[in-house]
T-cell receptor, first 116, second 114 residues
Framework: AQKVTQAQTEISVVEKEDVTLDCVYE???????LFWYKQPPSGELVFLIR??????QNEISGRYSWNFQKSTSSFNFTITASQVVDSAVYFC?????????????FGSGTQLTVLP | DSGVTQTPKHLITATGQRVTLRCSPR?????VYWYQQSLDQGLQFLIQ???????AKGNILERFSAQQFPDLHSELNLSSLELGDSALYFC?????????????FGPGTRLTVL
């Protein structure tokens, strides 16, 4: 069975600090997809990034960057110069094949609080 | 705004009752997914429909059922409700079934069972 572990339950930083959210996954598939979602206090889930298992290039989008390392089964997310608006729960998720479909398995989430 | 709509936003009911949650996917999306988010279980996949047909099942209880209609909207039916069914229920949609696409989530329906 697939599994996604986000060991950091809660992280608190002061505005402008950099913060990295860890994600470790387990899968037997050679082809899989990894995702990050953000859940702000309002409750909705916002898609941030998708990465497939064949693309190990790091990605940067503004203040966000992602480090995918297949060798350690990790897909970590870094926010540079954090802002109060970054306060949210962040979920890492893994999509792998189950039968004729793919199933998305979420980690337990990391609550990030950015203090002013 | 993801383009996925869910109604109602909040639902309060009693144990033993039955409720129906509704979801309209983004325009053009054929797949609908249902998830349950609770404090003790986290965010769990329940079921997926693609173009009207059930495609994948996750940790969905037998008391729960879903369907996707010809206009692609979906309903999740929860019956014989128990206190433990209180949770946030999300619907998500994606263009295809293969799981290659990101899923776009609706705002959720918060169900409270008293």
């Amino acid at each position: 069975a697939q599994k996604v572990t986000q060991a950091q339950t809660e992280i608190s930083v002061v505005e402008k600090e950099d913060v990295t959210l860890d994600c470790v996954y387990e899968t037997r598939d050679t082809t899989y997809y990894l995702f990050w979602y953000k859940q702000p206090p309002s409750g909705e889930l916002v898609f941030l990034i998708r990465r497939n298992s064949f693309d190990e290039q790091n990605e940067i989008s503004g203040r966000y960057s992602w480090n995918f390392q297949k060798s350690t089964s990790s897909f970590n997310f870094t926010i540079t110069a954090s802002q109060v608006v970054d306060s949210a729960v962040y979920f890492c998720a893994l999509s792998e094949v189950k039968g004729s479909a793919r199933q998305l398995t979420f980690g337990s989430g990391t609550q990030l609080t950015v203090l002013p | 705004d993801s383009g996925v709509t869910q109604t109602p936003k909040h639902l309060i009911t009693a144990t033993g009752q039955r409720v129906t949650l509704r979801c309209s996917p983004r325009s053009g999306d054929l797949s609908v997914y249902w998830y349950q988010q609770s404090l003790d279980q986290g965010l769990q996949f329940l079921i997926q429909y693609y173009n009207g047909e059930e495609r994948a099942k996750g940790n969905i209880l037998e008391r729960f059922s879903a369907q996707q209609f010809p206009d692609l909207h979906s309903e999740l039916n929860l019956s014989s409700l128990e206190l433990g069914d209180s949770a946030l229920y999300f619907c998500a949609s994606s263009p295809r079934s293969g799981g290659l696409d990101e899923q776009f989530f609706g705002p959720g329906t918060r169900l409270t069972v008293l």
